[in-house]
């Protein structure tokens, strides 16, 4: 289970920006394009998988345990079953269980986070004290044992458990966020000219807690996707709903691992990794956003080293002549001797060689 | 000392609320789960048991669920976790003490391997931030999208079933005796290399990401352009200035994602049939064995109190503004 | 007038590479004497900071070099050197030894997990390799009582200081080595004024007794005015106006110069009229062209809007002046 490689600690400190920002930088990043395009094809599968299935995921066939092939992209069941078709449907289920649960954390570590870091003392340390116990609380043992006590364990019940249980980590990052954002001068300004509490909450904080919460329900999803995969996986789930948990279930029970059937477990945890990696490089980009100095240098940053401390020098212009141009104009001191004179005409020898020590290193 | 006393506090009212979290679920539940359970038992369940299922659901018509609370309290400070189903008439806590050691070496070891391992290339790839490391990331982020188990299951199928330079499954060779001998002890090592190796393959990534994008925001700190400019060496303004302080918020991400991680490490052992806890969970699940499984969220989630407390003392002992008031 | 000890020559600063950079200080060309207190004005973004920062080459990401020379002369008459020229290890030995800071936000200055002892303590380690550990802490000792702070304050940790004492510490860590220059960007921004003048009276007699020259940087030009003896006046990463601070004060020659010296009221001397400056700071990715100061200036006429005032020697050549009403018109770049 990933830990949430949050933008918890990195954003609680440098200043989320005033709401007018380039919106469209985050678009251009790189990584926030591959993970976007990455899960539009998933919600599209989602969409249409069962649809365009091409056989029915639970109907029987004559090809048993047969590795990948033309009939059976990725090979059959010890009953015959068709997993790609299993792997399409079963998108479906994933990524409702992944939403649903985000959405429901998401509204309660808005309601949580943002209150308690607005109000703060009394109120403040209750809520927080709550959402700490539930962050320290071991999440995926908790989701186990509610789930197996329950009687329906259908997906949208699992979604509940999940979103129920899984929203502390948002709440504690939009608390620290809003305890920051609650000082600052607009929206002292904005009580100083008595608005009421829910419309600053409403109109002057979240608007500028939209990267956080972002970054929050995307990092639950991933939380809510491997949580659901996992239920299934080890049966606590509805295991008569396709998802890609359950073929893992199935795959599991029938020793697919000694029958050395790798096709059966293979595409599901491919698919898993792919969907936590799309959604993780969105996230990347919403920190990045958030926080420009996590951003990796790009193509042309590269060929001159960025090193903190030791300022890179990069001649731009030929080396101008000792002792012209600028140099005239300058000698403040007025009467002194020119200084150009013997150090410049010993760089000016050899151009280039400056950049190159602090590039080629 | 104020800090140390207000996380004790913490931890204190941690446990409790999980212990009636504990108490209160299966007072939820709607319907008659007792005679559900029975009717799937199909009369397997000897009275005994069936007693305590109705008192483990709240159901005992007699007394009060303040009673109830008192009662459940009441056999927890003297140790009774409760009668196993799947393995009737065993305790649970019996159970768990056997299977606890298990989890806490293949645990222990590998949690702290990956945290240091992890953080130390962290330390370096937000160091040198722009070099060939950034290139990693990428490579990161995926490997921590994966699911524990389904490495675990991919570990298993090369190293185990395709080159069977490993065991599949199990805590140590059956015929051994388990006992501090020499035999025994190399044996479960070899048992447990497999899925340690999955665990840290899994979790380092994480700490990497966490520390590298630590070390970014703390190099631009003015204290590290400081010690630069004091003409300091590198080692001496990248560990001392620069990752001796983004180390601190890592260690307390470290006790946060210390449930999560355990989450991960219980499914590689049910994965490899490890004996530890996980697998008891994993089989009490198959099995809705219910006093297992509660007496399993219980002490796991104590020793994750455990854990964190420990975090907490790491902490203390690296920042001073803890130490001392000013 | 003595001898240089730092000579800027052509500086050329961007933040960025390529098509997206920013010209954050173009052409500066600056002078700094043996023993003197040069002081740097400006607006924020002039680009004062900057010009600082590349002159010691600690300008953070995506700070570049683009252009010049930074010739720093030794005492006593050794080779001079470019500083621009320096490798990583080169600077590491010159750094501290020969110019050392005092940041801006003392606050943060100080590494928040070590005492001060062993912050004063380290660059002795690194730079005098031979001395011997009690050696270190007696100095280190000997540092704190310059600056008017008891030596029992060494095993402190720096949430344990006063903002005030903080200052004093990195003033007391800038002089560990006597270094020929000290560098203040801000150095007393949030303190109090009482404790303001406190601290830079105290650095003006340690560097009466020590014997360095100082570049000085606030945005507070009574205070600069007070404690320089030459002042450079900034705007749009260049510099418009370099003279003796008295000078300067009397008879700003730039339009800008003068209205920064009357956008405060004087603490000493006569009254005068507050004018201020209308308008605001340029943008420095889209810089007016010709002369930067020209949208705001009230006395801009033809060349102003069109071609760059060079700074140019004016008033019989000891003070200089980049502005086209005091430059025969033809000089100066397009």
Request: glycine share 10%; net charge neutral; aromatic share 8%.
């Amino acid at each position: 289970m990933a830990q949430p490689t949050d933008a918890a600690i990195a954003t609680a400190e440098p200043s989320p920006a005033p709401a007018r920002r380039d919106r469209t930088r985050f678009l251009r990043n790189p990584k926030t394009l591959t993970g976007l395009v990455i899960l539009a094809g998933f919600v599209l599968v989602a969409v249409i998988g069962p649809w365009i299935a091409p056989h029915d995921p639970s109907a029987r066939g004559p090809e048993l345990l047969q590795p990948p092939s033309w009939q059976h992209p990725f090979g059959t069941t010890q009953t015959g079953q068709d997993i790609f078709s299993q792997i399409l449907v079963g998108a479906r289920g994933v990524l409702v269980v992944g939403f649903t649960a985000a959405l429901i954390a998401g509204v309660l570590s808005v309601v949580v986070g943002v209150t308690a870091g607005y109000l703060g003392g009394l109120g403040d340390d209750l809520l927080s004290s709550v959402s700490n116990i539930f962050l320290v609380i071991p999440g995926l043992p908790l989701i186990i044992i509610i789930a197996s006590f329950l009687p329906d364990t259908g997906d949208l019940a699992i979604a509940a458990i999940i979103g129920l249980t899984g929203w502390a980590w948002g709440a504690r990052v939009l608390r620290a966020q809003t305890l920051s954002l609650r000082n600052r001068d607009y929206v002292q300004a904005a009580k100083a000219t008595g608005e009421s509490t829910p419309r600053i909450i409403v109109f002057e904080l979240l608007p500028n807690l939209t990267a956080v919460i972002a970054s929050g329900f995307i990092g639950t999803v991933i939380f809510a996707v491997l949580a659901n995969v996992t239920l299934a996986f080890i049966g606590v789930a509805d295991i008569s709903d396709w998802n890609w948990g359950t073929v893992l279930f199935w795959a599991q029970s029938n020793q697919a691992l000694a029958q050395g059937a790798w096709w059966w477990f293979v595409p599901a945890g491919l698919c898993i990794a792919l969907l936590g990696t799309a959604l993780a490089l969105i996230n990347f980009g919403i920190d990045e956003f958030i926080n420009p100095r996590l951003r990796s240098p790009g193509k042309e940053d590269r060929a001159v080293r960025m090193r903190i401390g030791f300022t890179p020098v990069v001649r731009r212009d030929p080396p101008r002549d000792a002792g012209t141009g600028s140099d005239t104009a300058g000698a403040p001191g007025g009467g002194t001797t020119d200084p150009g004179g013997t150090t410049d005409a010993g760089v000016a020898g050899n151009p280039g060689t400056d950049t190159g020590k602090e590039t080629h290193r | 000392m104020k800090y140390l006393l207000q996380r004790l506090a913490f931890y204190a009212v941690t446990a409790w609320a999980a212990i009636t979290i504990n108490f209160v679920i299966p007072r939820l539940m709607p319907g008659d789960p007792v005679q559900a359970l029975i009717n799937r038992f199909q009369g397997q369940l000897s009275t005994k048991a069936i007693d305590s299922l109705y008192t483990l659901f709240g159901l005992d018509e007699e007394r009060s669920l303040w009673q109830q609370y008192l009662d459940y309290w009441g056999n927890l400070l003297r140790g009774d976790l409760g009668t196993s189903f799947a393995f009737f008439p065993t305790g649970v806590g019996d159970i768990i003490a056997e299977s606890l050691p298990w989890t806490l070496a293949l645990m222990g070891v590998t949690t702290l391997i990956s945290f240091v391992l992890g953080t130390g290339i962290g330390i370096y790839a937000g160091w040198r931030r722009g070099s060939w490391l950034d290139g990693l990331l990428p490579v990161t982020t995926f490997i921590s999208s994966i699911p524990y188990f389904w490495l675990g299951l991919l570990a298993i199928s090369v190293f185990a079933v395709q080159w069977r330079v490993f065991p599949a499954s199990g805590g140590h060779d059956a015929s051994v005796v388990p006992g501090m001998t020499w035999g025994f002890i190399s044996s479960a090592l070899y048992h447990a290399l497999l899925p340690a190796i999955t665990i840290v393959v899994s979790a380092v990534a994480g700490w990497i990401l966490g520390m590298r994008n630590m070390m970014v925001s703390v190099s631009s700190e003015d204290y590290v352009l400081v010690a630069q400019a004091k003409g300091l060496s590198e080692r001496r303004v990248m560990f001392s200035y620069a990752a001796r302080n983004a180390i601190l918020p890592n260690i307390s991400n470290f006790a946060l994602s210390l449930g999560f991680i355990v989450g991960g490490t219980l499914l590689v052992e049910m994965v490899f049939s490890y004996p530890g806890i996980g697998y008891r969970l994993f089989q009490a699940v198959g099995a809705k064995d219910y006093p297992m499984m509660q007496g399993v969220f219980l002490i796991i989630t104590l020793a994750v109190l455990a854990a964190n407390l420990l975090a907490d003392l790491a902490y203390m002992a690296l920042d001073p503004r803890t130490r001392r008031e000013s | 007038m003595t001898e240089p000890v730092l000579e800027i020559r052509g500086l050329d600063v961007d933040y960025g590479l390529g098509d997206s950079a920013v010209r954050a200080v173009r052409d500066i060309n600056l002078t700094l004497h043996r023993g003197e207190i040069l002081g740097l004005a400006g607006e924020s973004g002039s680009g004062k900071s900057t010009l600082a920062y590349a002159v010691t080459r600690l300008l953070p990401p995506p700070g570049v070099i683009t252009g010049g020379h930074v010739h720093y002369r030794p005492g006593g008459g050794g080779p001079s050197v470019d500083i621009l020229d320096l490798d990583p290890e080169q600077l590491r030995a010159f750094r501290w030894q020969e110019i050392s800071l005092v940041f801006q936000g003392a606050m943060n200055s100080l590494n928040p997990v070590h005492t001060v002892r062993s912050q004063l303590t380290d660059v002795l380690v690194a730079h005098r390799p031979g001395m011997s550990r009690a050696d270190r802490n007696n100095r280190a000792a000997e540092l704190l009582s310059l600056v008017g702070i008891s030596a029992d304050r060494l095993g402190s940790y720096p949430h344990q200081l006063s903002g005030g004492m903080r200052q004093r510490v990195m003033i007391a860590m800038a002089l560990a080595l006597e270094p020929e220059i000290v560098l203040l960007d801000e150095p007393t921004t949030a303190l109090d004024v009482v404790m303001q003048r406190q601290i830079l009276r105290q650095l003006v007699r340690l560097r009466e007794e020590l014997g360095f020259s100082v570049v000085f940087i606030t945005h507070d030009i009574s205070l600069l005015l007070e404690f320089s003896d030459r002042v450079a006046v900034m705007y749009g990463g260049r510099i418009v106006e370099e003279a003796g601070a008295k000078e300067i004060y009397r008879d700003a020659h730039h339009p800008y110069s003068h209205g920064l010296l009357h956008s405060f009221p004087a603490l000493h001397g006569p009254r005068r009229e507050l004018t201020g400056i209308p308008g605001s700071p340029p943008d420095l990715k889209s810089m007016p062209s010709g002369c930067a100061f020209h949208p705001r200036c009230p006395k801009a006429f033809d060349p102003c809007g069109t071609r760059v005032p060079a700074l140019t020697p004016a008033d019989a050549g000891d003070r200089s002046v980049a502005c086209w009403l005091h430059t025969e018109h033809g000089s100066g770049e397009s």
